[in-house]
């Protein structure tokens, strides 16, 4: 693989209502996941697969909720490190022939999402090509362990990516020597963090990838200054000693209910794939108007997130950073290829946003992802 950039074709615990005003929205995503700033606190997003009269943008194939009849897909749970249950889907290709090991990789999704959004997209997509994937539910979110439910921990986010790798190789379909990772979104930060630590992730490949860490720390465009960071984490201090001492648990960030005049265009982007039929999924058991919002007193936890810090030492495993023309979010692939080490590859993807890298399927280049793995999965 050449250094040079190129580009492709094209049920909870009590709580109270979400913090959408104040410091915590003072920059989009400053203390925000993979979504848009929610500064209302109006109806609930319905259920999902959701009977929603708005069906979404589902234009260059936006198809999240693919299946194919080439592969299968089971539902499995293994235990992490820490003893938590990590809940993922297995993709084996149908074509597989007995006895073979295939190469694989542990898929993750978006940064306050679930699998069922995009992950499993690309884990059947790349499955297809032959690939044993498993897509997974970070913890505290989706089916996976962790309570209060929506905490953010970078750490334990990490964790799942090498507990996934633990559960492929025990696979009898997989060889234990050929597994990588693909993280969407915020789980882009979450791959090259576990691959920091954990060799036995030969080829990692992010997809319009948020660095939680600085998008919370800086904003977007290092927007956020010095003293609202200081007010961001007051905000969240407090908050902790009204936790502790029996109150409510508040949220923050995450994808708008309702879209207003003024509404920016970031938060028309994520609520066109969260709050429509195109994207929206609340997981069995959870409460649907808190899809997208991580709590406010453990949101201050991306502050202390580097995913960056030493990414050269991933290297000599090769890295990809996908990203669109038009994401808002090009920044931070950028920045991780600039600082990542010797082998190493940015693509651009023509006329792209940040969103439409989640499910656009004539937009996303599977066939350089196909590519990548294949020639370093070998």
Not at 36 to 60: F, R, Y
Not at 242 to 262: I, K, Q
Not at 312 to 325: A, Q
Request: proline fraction near 5%; charge should be negative.
């Amino acid at each position: 693989m050449t250094n040079t950039r190129t580009t492709a074709r094209r049920g909870h615990s009590r709580w109270s209502r979400i913090a959408g005003a104040g410091v915590a929205t003072l920059a989009v995503l400053a203390a925000s996941a993979c979504s848009a700033t929610d500064s209302n606190t109006s109806s609930a997003a319905p259920a999902s697969p959701v009977a929603n009269p708005a069906s979404g943008d589902l234009s260059n194939g936006a198809d999240n909720f693919y299946t194919s009849d080439q592969v299968t897909m089971e539902k499995v749970t293994f235990t992490n490190q820490y003893r938590m249950d990590v809940s993922g889907n297995l993709f084996v290709p149908k074509n597989l022939a007995a006895g073979t090991l295939a190469a694989a990789m542990v898929v993750g999704h978006p940064m306050g999402a679930v699998k069922e959004q995009s992950a499993n997209l690309y884990a059947t997509k790349m499955a297809e090509q032959g690939f044993v994937t498993l897509s997974l539910d970070l913890a505290f979110w989706g089916g996976s362990a962790g309570e209060p439910r929506n905490a953010v921990a970078p750490d334990l986010y990490t964790e799942n990516f090498s507990a996934g790798v633990d559960f492929l190789r025990t696979q009898d379909t997989v060889d234990p020597e050929r597994i990588g990772a693909l993280g969407i979104c915020g789980s882009g930060s979450f791959v090259i963090s576990a691959a920091k630590i954990d060799p036995r992730i030969k080829a990692v490949a992010t997809v319009s990838m948020y660095d939680m860490g600085g998008a919370n720390r800086n904003g977007l465009g290092h927007s956020v200054t010095p003293e609202q960071r200081q007010a961001i984490l007051a905000q969240a201090a407090t908050q902790r000693d009204v936790e502790f001492t029996g109150g409510p648990v508040e949220y923050t960030s995450g994808t708008v209910r309702e879209l207003a005049a003024d509404s920016t265009p970031i938060e028309r982007e994520f609520y066109d794939f969260y709050r429509t039929q195109r994207g929206a999924f609340t997981p069995e058991g959870t409460t649907p108007d808190l899809t997208t919002h991580p709590t406010l007193s453990s949101n201050a936890k991306f502050m202390n997130f580097y995913p960056f810090n030493d990414i050269e030492t991933i290297s000599p495993r090769p890295m990809l950073f996908v990203t669109g023309e038009n994401a808002h979010s090009r920044e931070f692939s950028e920045e991780a290829y600039r600082l990542a080490g010797d082998r190493k590859e940015l693509v651009i993807v023509p006329g792209a946003g940040h969103v439409d890298l989640y499910d656009r399927t004539e937009l996303i280049p599977f066939d350089k992802l196909t590519e990548f793995y294949t020639q370093n999965l070998t």
